[in-house]
């Protein structure tokens, strides 16, 4: 008797079918492990909070990173997720020809809402596999930043739970802080 198996699709092959119609122009998924993923639709209470960190990150950056939104992240030769934010190495090309990799990550952020389960149990382990050094998950759901840090084989070593009062705050830049409740509209 046969086993099945899953067939795991290539970065190569994802854009190919993107190339050819096989996904169409329009589609909103990602790469995650070999498998397509769809993506939630994004809630204007999420836009919005990609849109304060985007606002907020740009304006303290001092030439120290580029802020991406939305783009995808290549993790090797079978992930290719497309994270709300992340603060990478500035490039002199911006990344024109080629998406960031986990080496040139120095923050990821998910806001989450609808994909708190996909971001946790599928994109986390990824990007702590990637050697991604830290990763925020902005979730919506319980108004809280979870913090996590240490990249090793199965996600990560370390997670945090922020709340309001609490103020979250890059590793690689601890001078800038994202203070909880103003990021998530909980106080004017």
């Known amino acids: 008797m046969l086993a099945q198996t899953k067939h795991r699709f290539s970065v190569k092959e994802y854009y190919r079918m993107a190339e050819t119609g096989v996904l169409k122009p329009d589609a909103r998924v990602e790469l995650i492990n070999g498998e397509i993923i769809d993506m939630s639709p994004i809630s204007p209470f999420h836009g919005g909070i990609v849109k304060r960190l985007n606002d907020y990150f740009t304006r303290v950056a001092s030439d120290r990173w580029l802020v991406v939104v939305q783009d995808p992240v290549r993790l090797g030769d079978y992930s290719e997720p497309e994270p709300d934010l992340m603060l990478v190495r500035r490039s002199q090309d911006f990344y024109t020809s080629k998406h960031p990799e986990a080496q040139d990550v120095l923050l990821l952020i998910e806001v989450s809402d609808t994909s708190l389960e996909i971001d946790r149990k599928e994109k986390l382990p990824a990007y702590g596999q990637a050697g991604i050094p830290e990763v925020w998950i902005v979730n919506l759901n319980e108004r809280a930043i979870e913090v996590y840090r240490e990249p090793n084989f199965s996600g990560y070593g370390t997670a ?28 004017k």
């Not at 709340?163 to 909980?186: C, E, I, N, Y």
């Open 160 to 187: 945090i739970i922020l709340r309001t009062g609490d103020k979250a705050s890059p590793q690689a830049f601890p001078d800038v802080m994202v203070d909880v409740a103003t990021l998530l509209m909980l106080t």
